[in-house]
């Protein structure tokens, strides 16, 4: 059996060129990185403006297990199928991090079969963006401390300095750090840290930003601090958003790359699914639309939380509207969450299927409460017994949904066809999206609305200074949507609590402010923001072999 | 009077792919970043290595003043210049570094008719490459707390650890942190800092790699931190430098871009002239050397410091030997030298020309020790007139060298065509290239050789541990080379003395092991590895226009 990284090498790949041409892109159109990767000019995406738009399509999944859920995979394997049955489809992912890379054996995007190339590249620099958010990030910080060295005219109070520093790499020591050590020529002594750059709000701007205007005026809300009379701090203040924008100016541009069947992937974006939205960037879903027939696209974790906020803080954003969504799901992950040990995964069990189903009934449920047409794909595994499908079947069934296997990661697009044909289907018939809250609800109803009608929590427990907060938000920022990061492994803030449980406490210990994103960010329980090494990290292994491959990453 | 950015926008540039070809490089041999950058492939430079070697010249220039010298724009007119006589001539120049552009007014590469676009690109991202040298050398940092977190097998003596980070921006807050701060999650507290990105050993690693083997080699014996022992910790011993390879791989390929007469030019790597080496790649210009007639590259600073570490370092280990040399000078810096206050430079005042010639007399000879045929280029100003230029002139003269009056400021590479047909007329002539000093002199020896024989001083002055540390590095390191880290603006430690000061005592206040890089840094004097922001940053007017170019950065 051949492994990701050897399918993906074998890829007969097509000059980039040609990838671009089958969207109508000409040569001139597209800034290309090598030969397989390339950016679409800002003239094709502002020439864009008059057509119309394709079909949207979300592929969401149940709770993450370690059983793995195949997501992205699903993701690429239905835009291959809906090629192969005659539509003109785009996907749409996100970038990966190249921190983590580092750490634990990770990397890829998709798998098996339906994969996208070039899948080194892609985890390592590919065309810059992230090093582009990670450079107007810290020019932000750095402006932040050298306005306080040179007199601090704002006033700002060092103490409150929400602004961290951010870096795109695993380095736990940088969590907490002081920093304007060493005397007077350095500045002023604090308290700070840094953050792994897909957690910036930097990022999180990039992905909501409509063109470079937009993306500046979000830069220029950021609030980086407070005054010592509790006055917000602008990136506006410290006449910093027009040098980030120039940081930015190319990393806007949505990247083209390709699947292995050789169609046209957007893959642009990478913000974090807890403390961010979690989703491709809008640039890059709107350009794919108005190039496609269809296009499909994938959030972050579970539908819980990668489709809540993909639906109320991206889509309600730039106006999207899906027409369907994919809701992935998996024998395994159902026998999971039925309470079969990863080890006896490949034991039959037809009553831990049954059990687990709980939690796709959810997610069924409350995908439906938003409008939308669904349809369950069941990411096949060899160890899937007969018995086991039928029952996930029948869950799905019981809500009126249709559930259809998939094999896509053994053969491609081919394997997903039947996939393609439903998502056509449910595509056509009218559709009835609603958000789940109105923007004029208060922050702190949003909240109790997505803890109690999406996770089923009985309430939601803060503290007097969470609430306190949330108030005094109200007046200026009380429009805003709410970013929920939570653990993606359970309904609830316990990763234990597998299942569908209900009438749970949901903890908000924390509220931010993230103006420039547009979003409120409720952090219920511990959210790591700069991940560590491991003891033996994948960094040990990784190197180049004689033909200049890269080992040990994948 | 157009700007240097207005003459660089209205540039006439021509698709990279015909820049190459020019080479005799075919579109399936580069690696383009959009459609006015390129990286050359591996498998051209694999395919290079018969062929004849063109002929290398270096531009160097007197000690830098406030007035400017035009180094960069004299190379850059120079290469134009040679093709404009019917050589073909390739230039290898440094890339610039993001950070500084931020702080104070910066960026270009030359100036007037004599620059090499695209602009805007190459002060900002351009090809990624110093990005890709931050995340290799922050991964090793992080593999340095990440082993002593997971019990620090090595012993490593966190107090001893000399491996800090690096950021590409102008950041004093940073200079000196204390990091694993916040509990045993994350890591063990101690004190280090963060130089901006071209203080990196990384990146003079990646400037002296002949290639990708080479630069593993290098990075592998990249000395981090000390044993409680006191034995050395190498990148190797944290098995690191397989990462950091994969990570520099793109990285130590040269950047094609073009002149403004649609020349090739190599800009690649950008060490720090101080702490490092200050020249461009080696790769880079064994690439371009293959590929032409003639080479024009440049070093760092003035002579005194680039042009011998030009020689005793890179052509030292690389193997190269210069078949010329140009000394930029001119009128302006000369008065400088002479006495007059910027401000009054307008003014005709041939005798400050006669007495700050004794500045481009002393570099004359220290330069001829070389064994390197000489010219003089006279970088023209408006200001300067015929008696000011008759005694440069004659002062060149009375060593035997001609000075050329160049325009290519104004003219292009028109301006410099007798300065051009000077170097073919001295590159055509027997070459006696020697090293100041042999491999197997005594680094302390070296130190004094230098600080004798090029800058005049009388004696060197050192403490007794410093003494005992080079004493100590004798028997591994003893046979490297010695990188001089002295201020740029005068022969000796103190800036404030111009012209040719002699019989002064030079302190070594520091000594620095770079065992990857392969050099052994003096310190002589205070040296800033990173830089801060000014008050009013660059960075509060950087901004992108209406029709989306960069304001603000020139």
């Not at 809701?327 to 969450?337: G, I, P, S």
């Not at 004689?546 to 040990?552: I, S």
Request: glycine share 10%; aromatic share 4%.
């Amino acid at each position: 059996m051949l492994t990701d990284i050897e399918i993906a090498r074998a890829a007969a790949k097509r000059p980039i060129a040609e990838i671009a041409a089958r969207l109508g892109i000409g040569a001139e159109g597209i800034l290309p990185y090598g030969h397989d990767k390339a950016k679409i000019s800002p003239e094709v995406i502002a020439g864009l403006g008059g057509r119309p738009m394709g079909r949207l399509v979300l592929v969401t999944a149940i709770n993450p297990t370690p059983a793995g859920e195949g997501k992205t995979t699903t993701t690429v394997g239905l835009g291959d199928a809906l090629n192969r049955i005659g539509q003109r489809a785009t996907i749409c992912i996100r970038e990966a991090s190249l921190g983590p890379n580092f750490g634990m054996k990770g990397g890829a995007a998709g798998g098996g079969r339906a994969q996208v190339v070039p899948m080194e590249d892609m985890n390592l620099h590919f065309t810059g963006d992230f090093h582009a958010v990670t450079s107007a990030h810290n020019l932000l910080a750095a402006m932040i401390d050298n306005h306080i060295h040179w007199g601090n005219a704002l006033d700002i109070d060092p103490r409150r300095i929400t602004w961290r520093r951010v870096m795109d790499m695993n380095d736990r020591a940088l969590r907490d750090v002081v920093l304007g050590l060493g005397g007077p020529a350095n500045g002023v002594p604090r308290e700070s840290g840094f953050d792994i750059t897909v957690a910036s709000e930097v990022m999180a701007i990039l992905c909501l930003a409509g063109d470079l205007a937009d993306l500046q005026d979000r830069l220029r809300r950021i609030v980086v601090a407070r005054s010592r009379a509790g006055r917000p701090v602008t990136a506006r203040d410290l006449h910093a958003d027009g040098a980030m924008t120039v940081l930015l100016r190319d990393a806007l541009q949505p990247n083209l790359v390709q699947t292995l069947e050789n169609n046209p992937a957007l893959v642009h974006g990478g913000p974090f699914a807890n403390i961010a939205h979690g989703c491709n960037s809008v640039i890059a879903t709107r350009t794919a639309l108005r190039l496609s027939d269809y296009v499909v696209t994938e959030a972050g974790f579970g539908a819980d939380l990668g489709a809540e906020k993909f639906l109320d803080i991206k889509c309600r954003k730039a106006g999207l509207a899906p027409e369907a969504v994919v809701l992935v799901a998996t024998v395994r992950a159902l026998k999971m969450n039925g309470g079969v040990a990863k080890a006896d995964l490949a034991a039959e069990d037809v009553d831990a299927v049954r059990r687990g189903a709980i939690n796709l009934t959810r997610h069924i449920q409350n995908l439906r409460g938003f409008g939308l047409p669904l349809v369950v794909a069941v990411n096949h595994f060899a160890t899937d017994t007969e018995a086991e499908i039928d029952a996930l079947t029948e869950a799905a069934a019981a809500e009126g949904v249709r559930a259809i296997q998939c094999r896509h990661w053994a053969m491609g697009g081919a394997g997903a066809e039947d996939l393609a044909r439903e998502v056509v289907r449910l595509a056509g018939q009218p559709s009835d999206f609603r958000l789940l809250y109105p923007d004029s609800m208060t922050l702190w109803d949003k909240i109790v609305t997505i803890a109690t009608r999406i996770y089923r929590a009985g309430h939601v427990e803060a503290s007097p200074a969470v609430r306190q907060q949330l108030a005094e938000w109200q007046a200026d920022h009380g429009h805003l949507p709410v970013c929920m990061a939570k653990t993606p492994y359970s309904f609830s803030a316990d990763p234990a609590a597998l299942g569908a449980p209900e009438g749970f406490a949901l903890p908000v210990r924390e509220v931010r402010l993230a103006a420039g994103a547009g979003f409120v960010v409720a952090i219920c329980g511990d959210i790591m923001t700069m991940p560590g090494l491991p003891r033996e990290p994948a960094a040990n292994r990784i190197r180049l072999d004689a033909a200049g491959n890269v080992e040990g990453l994948f």
